[in-house]
């Protein structure tokens, strides 16, 4: 702070005092020195050096320094003459450079004398090369050109491998190039070239370069120009000590043999580029390109290369003259492709110039007319080729070059045209959003004229670059959006009666409807209908409006407003017609969002939808409101709720759609709440209803059943006989006649059954399913004989259906009943014993082919049955041989043996039980089959009841199990094949039945089990 402090106290001193001592004496710096003043008083230094050097040879006579001697006092008299020199160059202000001094000649000429002494007298000095090479120098001062070769060959000759042999080639070959002498010029160049590299390598290549440019050999040259600048640089050299930059003008010269070489190059610039090695050497190169180009007449490359000028040297003396030749080039060509990057040079250079301290305000001033004029002039050509061609690419990129113009010289009086110029283009271009604000811009300050035009101009440009929101960033979205606002408004409020009110007010409405802001845009589009009814804006208006209501969802003011304006006459009928149509749509959608609500409104759920239904009473849309209700209460557990609104619907609107549907639902949920009496009702009357056979059978069999559970025989009857006369097949009709049949025989109505059955057997419907379950029916009521012959059909048929196979299975297991009663019914006492021995055991062989016959048919149910009665029949046949008397006469050892013989049989036998009913208790197990059979086998029992918990066999005690009349044909045995003994003896066990089948799971069982065999021989 104190340091700021005193900063401020000094300024305010020193102003002091340069306000109140205007008459303190100033400092003024001191005077250059004379500069022939100098030189003289340099001119005495020398002197005084040269006679101390005489003095010290003098001293030194016999020394072996003694020649350096010499060779410093003749460097001092050539030192001297230089100063003479400039003092006549001096004196002569500076004029011109050949200049004549007496002192300067006198004095080399001395020099020219000391070195011939040196070289006479000091034959073995070892700086002979040196001296030979400045006595040449100096001859070559003093024009004496024949003397100065011959010193210099000397050099070459006498000395090739001095230092100096370089520079006298190099010499000599600028003596033969000045006097056009090519051939010696270029051997003198070609001589060092053929040396090792030294410093003076890069001058011979850029002295032969010349002599190749002078031979025209431009390619030739070019490449030794290249070469020269690429050693330079490699090196880092900048020409050695010589007083020119031989890379920079290696490059500048380089100019003339490219152009020639390469008529049309493609990337100059960069060739330019990589061989400079500083700005200002590219920037000289390149204005010499410039010039070479133009002059050529291509002034496309020109434009190119003046381009990079004016883009690097902006603030170059010669920027205007670049900006002129790029003015011109670009008129001659005809080609405005670059017009935006050229304005922007044109400009950029006078925004670089225009404070330049080294140029005056007036020439200041004539560097901004003069500027101003080629930005305009480049421009407004631009302009007119873009409309000649019509190229949009162009009319934006003259847009661009009409911004720049704009940004430096808005000032000007052709400012207000240019702003015209630049909404035109822009809009041509299909800038829209630039267009907008181009017109926005002329709109300010244009004339009344022209006013109008440019707003609506700008309210459309805007409301085109809306339209295409996507592509513009949302700041931009904004600013087209308050841009059309702002000019809508004003025309709005300036031309009350023009003629684009409608389509500034729709737009201006549009406005707020992109930006979602619903309120306002649905107030003007509504605004703009009732003024402009018949419109195409007013049409348009009138669907965004109700639009806007749709996306905040007020539906319900949306079908307000949308009758009131249908109720407007001046609008087409057409659109009228549509707006109703919305109307009808968004009463859809407020249903959508009633419905919606009632999804989440827990207890009471349906009441907004009833009252919603009720507010459209008698409409189409209130009985959608009650159908939701419906579905939507169906959800919940209420059933009366559900019925409530089920009823309602189908008393409010009995001849709608769904009314099958719903009673359907109606009646599946009175299933579930266990109300049969009235899903009954419901399946009866959805049925009624139905018009697809299809759909209604399964209701139909749904009534059908509940009025068979409910007793309701005559309801049942008539539903099945719907569906039995509607039926398209053999095979549905028995489906569904055996479906009927089954729940009238679980209501014990076996008559009913018989007779469903029955009258479908006779409409032609035959199976072995059918015959089965008549056959059963018929057993139920006591009728066996009619029973049988079911039976004996259903066993007849031969069917791969594993259905049909089982009603064949069943039919021969309980025609095979007759036979087991047979076997069981024989007991001693009854005659001879050998015979009842005999009769039993033929019995017995009967039974078990008749179960095999069973087991063999596939049918899990009936074979375990099978497999239970023959564990039945074997233990009954262990029991029978236990219980067998001894035959009269026979001895007490004959008897043991004939015991023991028969225990062995009967050990078989029940042997034969427990395998047969451990193969029903596995195959139960497996099979999932809990028969009575099944359950018989699994608790290690044959079976000693009926096969099926609900058959009971219809016959007395006694008597045979189906009492049917002997037929002949009919009921006939298989004659089991057996191996007859003696009447006396049982039957062995190679003398059992055997199935006449081979591969069901029953008989490999068998085959896989031991048999044990005993002797039978008896007494």
Request: with cysteine.
């Amino acid at each position: 702070m104190m340091s700021r402090a005193f900063g401020f106290s000094a300024l305010a001193a020193l102003l002091l005092c340069a306000s109140g001592c205007a008459s303190t004496r100033v400092v003024q710096p001191p005077a250059p020195e004379d500069e022939i003043a100098r030189l003289q008083r340099n001119v005495t230094k020398v002197r005084f050096a040269i006679q101390s050097t005489k003095d010290q040879i003098d001293r030194s006579r016999g020394q072996a320094y003694l020649p350096d001697l010499y060779l410093r006092l003749a460097e001092l008299h050539v030192e001297e003459a230089r100063y003479h020199y400039f003092i006549a160059y001096e004196g002569q202000k500076r004029r011109e450079k050949a200049v004549t001094s007496v002192q300067a000649r006198l004095l080399k000429e001395r020099a020219v004398g000391i070195y011939e002494r040196i070289l006479q007298e000091f034959p073995d000095f070892a700086d002979r090369d040196k001296v030979l090479f400045f006595i040449s120098h100096e001859y070559r001062e003093l024009g004496e050109f024949d003397k100065m070769r011959e010193f210099l060959r000397r050099i070459t000759t006498e000395h090739p491998q001095s230092r100096y042999r370089n520079e006298a080639l190099l010499v000599l070959g600028d003596y033969h190039f000045d006097r056009s002498e090519l051939d010696d010029a270029e051997r003198s160049y070609q001589s060092i070239l053929a040396s090792p590299e030294s410093g003076t390598h890069a001058m011979a290549r850029y002295k032969l370069a010349w002599v190749r440019i002078n031979r025209l050999d431009h390619a030739g040259a070019l490449k030794l120009f290249e070469e020269a600048i690429t050693k330079l640089l490699d090196e880092g050299e900048e020409g050695g000590s010589r007083r020119i930059d031989l890379r920079r003008e290696a490059l500048i010269d380089l100019v003339f043999p490219y152009t020639e070489v390469h008529k049309k190059p493609v990337e100059q610039l960069a060739y330019f580029r990589r061989l400079a090695d500083s700005r200002t050497t590219y920037l000289a190169a390149l204005s010499k390109l410039g010039r070479r180009w133009f002059v050529k007449g291509e002034f496309a490359l020109a434009g190119q290369v003046y381009r990079e000028l004016l883009a690097l040297g902006a603030d170059d003396e010669d920027s205007v003259e670049w900006v002129q030749r790029l003015y011109d080039g670009v008129l001659r060509e005809k080609r405005f492709d670059f017009v935006a990057q050229d304005v922007r040079l044109v400009c950029g250079v006078y925004a670089a110039r225009r404070y330049d301290w080294r140029l005056g305000a007036k020439e200041k001033e004539n560097l901004r007319v003069e500027l101003e004029a080629y930005a305009r002039d480049l421009a407004t050509k631009g302009h007119q080729a873009a409309k000649d061609h019509r190229d949009e690419t162009l009319f934006a990129r003259v847009g661009d070059a009409y911004d720049t113009y704009l940004a430096f010289f808005a000032d000007q009086p052709a400012s207000a045209e240019i702003r015209m110029n630049l909404a035109e283009v822009r809009t041509a271009a299909g800038q829209s959003l630039l267009a907008g604000r181009a017109w926005e811009r002329v709109m300010q300050d244009a004339p009344e004229a022209e006013r109008q035009s440019a707003t609506v101009n700008a309210v459309s440009s805007y409301a085109k670059s809306l339209e295409q929101a996507h592509k513009l960033a949302r700041l931009e979205q904004a600013q087209a959006r308050s841009g059309l606002r702002k000019a809508a408004r004003v025309y709005l409020a300036s031309w009350p009666r023009g003629a684009d009110r409608a389509g500034v007010k729709f737009q201006l409405a549009r406005t707020f409807y992109d930006e979602a802001r619903y309120d306002d845009a649905a107030e003007l589009f509504a605004a703009l209908v009732e003024e402009y009814p018949s419109s195409p804006e007013g049409e348009a208006a009138a669907e965004l409006a109700l639009d806007s209501l749709r996306s905040r969802e007020d539906f319900g003011g949306l079908v307000v407003l949308a009758r009131r304006m249908a109720s407007n006459e001046r609008i087409p009928p057409k659109v009228r017609a549509d707006l109703m149509a919305m109307a009808s749509g968004a009463e859809s959608r407020a249903l959508e969002g009633v419905t919606l609500a009632a999804g989440s409104g827990g207890e009471g759920m349906v009441d907004g939808l009833m009252a919603f239904a009720s507010s459209h009473q008698g409409s189409s849309i209130g009985e959608r409101a009650l159908v939701n209700a419906f579905i939507t209460a169906r959800n919940s557990d209420d059933l009366e709720q559900v019925v409530e609104v089920g009823e309602r619907l189908l008393r409010d609107y009995p001849d709608t759609e769904v009314a099958p549907d719903v009673l359907a639902s109606l009646g599946k949920m009175s299933v579930q709440a266990a109300d049969f009496q009235r899903a009954a009702r419901y399946f009866d009357e959805a049925a009624a209803r139905q018009k697809d056979p299809a759909a209604r059978t399964p209701t139909l069999r749904a009534a059908g059943t509940l009025m068979a559970y409910l007793g309701d025989g005559q309801g049942a009857r008539r539903a099945f006989g719907a569906v039995l006369s509607g039926a398209a097949s053999d095979a549905a009709r028995e489906e569904v006649a055996l479906t009927f049949a089954e729940l009238l025989e679980l209501s014990g109505d076996w008559a009913g059954s018989a007779d469903v059955l029955g009258r479908t057997r006779a409409a032609g419907v035959g199976s072995a399913r059918l015959e089965f379950r008549l056959g059963q029916a018929l057993a139920r009521l006591g009728r066996g004989g009619d029973a049988a012959s079911h039976f004996e059909r259903a066993a007849a048929i031969s069917s791969a259906d594993p259905e049909q196979a089982e009603a064949v299975a069943g039919a021969r297991y309980l025609l095979a009943a007759p036979a087991y009663d047979q076997f069981a019914s024989i007991r001693f006492g009854g005659g001879a014993d050998a015979q009842v021995i005999q009769a039993k055991f033929a019995a017995l062989s009967r039974v078990e082919g008749a179960m095999v016959d069973v087991i063999e048919r596939q049918s899990a149910q009936w074979a375990l049955a099978a497999l239970g009665r023959l564990a039945m029949a074997y233990d009954d046949a262990a029991t029978f041989l236990e219980k067998a008397p001894l035959p009269a006469g026979v001895d007490e050892a004959g008897g043991a043996r004939y015991r023991a013989a028969l225990a062995s049989r009967a050990e078989d036998y029940r042997s034969k039980s427990q395998e047969a009913i451990s193969t029903c208790a596995a195959k139960a197990g497996e099979l999932k089959v809990f028969t009575a059979a099944a359950r018989a086998c699994l608790s290690g029992k044959p079976l000693a009841g009926e096969a099926e918990d609900r058959v009971e066999a219809p016959a007395r005690r006694g008597a045979p199990r189906w009492p049917w009349p002997a037929r002949s044909g009919r009921g006939s045995q298989r004659t089991p094949r057996t191996t007859r003994r003696s009447a006396s003896s049982p039957p062995s066990t190679s003398g059992r039945a055997t199935p006449t089948r081979r591969g069901s799971w029953w008989t490999r069982r068998r085959r896989a089990a031991p048999t044990r065999r005993r002797s039978t021989s008896a007494a």
